[in-house]
């Protein structure tokens, strides 16, 4: 029996000592090529629930492996998972508790901006509120130590800022908005480790001839999307005729066009956001072919995933309501690449369907095709003029 107790301390001090030398976890920082974390393991042909876009370089603790994906632990309460070729190993870090510092809040002619210094780059998720229009940052690992929060006058859209500690281990940010439409933000970090949100204001002009609209036409080049059930036509030439037709007339309104396309070119999700990214638009409409199983199946439908971008998916929607078209639905949480940016306000509209007879003779009518460009430019000015009144 004394053999046997001491084979069993022997073995539990030297599992101890294995797990407090050996910790079955270690870290990696995200690479440049659009990271994001998912909510859990769920797939579907979209890919899985995503809970945010990350900047590059952000810390992250690995505690499991499955397949091609990490496990990460955020906080105590909260893990998320993420591709394994979207980071990479770094040495082990101080990772338990990091203090927040003093805040800024200004803005320019264009944005406004939240400066949050820490000590290292954190993960973080973002949500969008409406009534009232707010953005809600949570930053995983972070305890606030903020009692400064300076506020300038130059700051046009942001009305408050403020912060709760939620969590032991989760700082909350609050960004409140003048405005009820959200016209978008972005998050990074910069080279001294402060955070920042970069929240768009509202165009002083909300007219076509003042904005700049960006039109995706989708799929193309070796991406054909879908097929005509008769005619066998190709959803990818479809889309870039009418992505063309409201391309001319939004130009005939005065208004700054640029296209993500404007041949039949393939392109990846990754090469479209970044190519948006440098254009810097007000809104984003993708132009899409929808598909059925089943042939009875028609209409139109508008998809969007974040709440406060919504207002522009069902503006068009209405619209194209008034072409003919049955009514598929409004979309929401769509996990669509181009629905992911926050940056701007998007939408993407499956015009009609190609597996349906009806709705498939009205794809390849000319006249039906500049019918649905008139609509969704008067669903864009819909969008904008309730943005005015407000």
Same mark, same amino acid.
């Given at each position: 029996?004394?053999?046997i +107790?001491?084979?069993? *301390? ?5 599992n101890?000592?294995s ?22 393991l ?5 890919g899985g629930?995503k809970?945010?876009?990350?900047d590059?370089? %952000?810390?992250?603790?690995v ?9 990460v632990?955020l ?5 998320a998972?993420?591709?394994k070729g979207k980071?990479?190993? %770094?040495?082990p ?5 990091h203090? @927040?510092?003093?805040?800024?809040v200004?803005?320019d ?5 939240? @400066?949050?210094?820490?000590d290292e ?11 009232p229009?707010?953005i809600?940052?949570?930053i ?5 130590n903020?009692?400064?929060?300076t ?5 046009k859209?942001?009305?408050n ?5 939620p ?8 960004i409140? +908005?003048?405005?009820?439409?959200h ?5 990074f970090?910069s ?7 970069r929240?768009?204001c509202q165009?002083?002009k909300?007219d076509?001839s ?5 039109i995706?036409?989708g799929?193309g080049g070796d991406?054909?999307?879908?097929s005509g ?5 190709k959803e990818k030439d479809y889309?870039? +005729? ?6 001319r007339?939004?130009i005939?309104?005065?208004a700054?066009?640029?296209m993500?396309?404007v041949?039949?070119t393939?392109?990846?999700?990754f090469?479209?956001i970044q ?7 007000d809104?984003?409409v ?6 059925s ?6 209409g139109v439908s ?5 709440i406060?971008f919504?207002?522009?998916s069902?503006?068009i929607?209405?619209s194209?309501l008034?072409?003919?078209?049955s009514e *598929?639905?409004n979309?929401?949480? *769509?996990n ?7 940056d ?6 499956e015009v009609? *369907?190609l597996s349906?007879k009806?709705?498939?003779?009205? %794809?390849?009518d000319p006249k039906f095709?500049?019918?649905?460009? @008139?609509?969704?430019?008067?669903g864009?000015?819909?969008f904008?003029?309730s943005?005015?009144s407000?």
């Open positions: 029996m004394k053999k +107790l001491t084979a069993s *301390f022997l073995f539990c001090f030297l101890s000592f797990q407090k030398n050996y910790p079955d976890y270690f870290y990696v920082r995200t690479n440049d090529s659009l990271p994001f974390l998912d909510y859990g769920g797939e579907d042909r979209l629930a809970m945010t876009f990350l590059s370089n %952000i810390v992250l603790r505690v499991d492996s499955i397949s091609d994906k990490y496990e632990q906080s105590k309460l909260h893990s998972y993420i591709q980071v990479h190993l %770094i040495s870090i101080q990772y338990d508790q203090l @927040t510092n003093s805040w800024n200004y803005g002619s264009l944005y406004d901006y939240v @400066t949050i210094k820490l780059k954190l993960p973080y998720r973002s949500m969008m509120e409406i009534h229009s707010r809600v940052l949570d995983f690992g972070a305890v606030s903020t009692n400064w929060i506020q300038l006058s130059t700051a859209e942001i009305k800022a403020w912060y709760e500690q969590e032991d281990d989760v700082m909350r940010v609050i409140e +908005l003048k405005h009820q439409q016209w978008g933000y972005h998050i970090y080279s001294d480790n402060k955070l920042t949100v929240v768009k165009p002083a909300l076509l003042h904005i700049k609209i960006a995706d036409a799929h991406n054909i999307g879908a059930i008769t005619s066998s036509i889309t870039l +005729l009418i992505a063309k037709e409201v391309t007339q939004l005939n309104k005065k700054k066009v640029v993500t396309r041949k039949d393939t392109l990846s999700m090469e479209r190519f948006l990214d440098q254009q810097g638009p809104l984003l993708s132009i899409h072919l929808n598909s199983s089943k042939d009875s199946i028609s508008t998809y969007y995933r974040y406060g919504r207002p522009l069902q503006s929607l209405k194209m008034q072409t003919g078209l *598929f639905g979309v929401g949480n *769509f669509f690449s181009l629905n992911g940016p926050t701007y306000p998007n939408c993407l509209v009609a *369907f349906n009806k709705d498939e003779r009205k %794809i390849r095709r500049q019918l649905a460009a @008139t609509k969704i430019i008067a864009i000015e819909a904008l003029k943005g005015a407000q």
